[in-house]
C-alpha cells in the first residue's frame, strides 16, 4: 500500500521523478552510513546482546503476523 501511494503520488506531482528519487536515494545513503557508523561506535559496548536484542524483536514481529 505505500509504494501504491507513493507511486500515485509521484505520477501526479509536477516536481519530476528524477528529482524525488534523488532525494530518497541520498537519504537512504545517509541513514544506512549513519547506521553503520554508529554500529561501529557502539560495538565495543554493547557487543553481542544487540544480536540478542535484534533476535528477540525479530521473533515477536515473525509472532505477531503469525497469531
Known amino acids: 500500500m505505500d509504494a501504491l501511494g507513493a507511486g500515485i503520488s509521484l505520477a501526479l506531482w509536477d516536481?519530476?521523478?528524477v528529482f524525488a528519487s534523488s532525494v530518497i536515494g541520498v537519504t537512504c545513503m545517509f541513514f544506512a552510513f549513519a547506521g553503520v557508523k554508529t554500529g561501529k561506535s557502539f560495538?565495543?559496548?554493547i557487543g553481542?546482546?544487540?544480536e540478542y536484542f535484534g533476535s528477540v524483536v525479530l521473533a515477536l514481529?515473525?509472532?505477531k503476523f503469525i497469531f
Open 61 to 63: 514481529i515473525g509472532l
Open 48 to 50: 553481542h546482546y544487540a
Open 43 to 45: 560495538k565495543n559496548y
Open 15 to 17: 516536481g519530476g521523478i
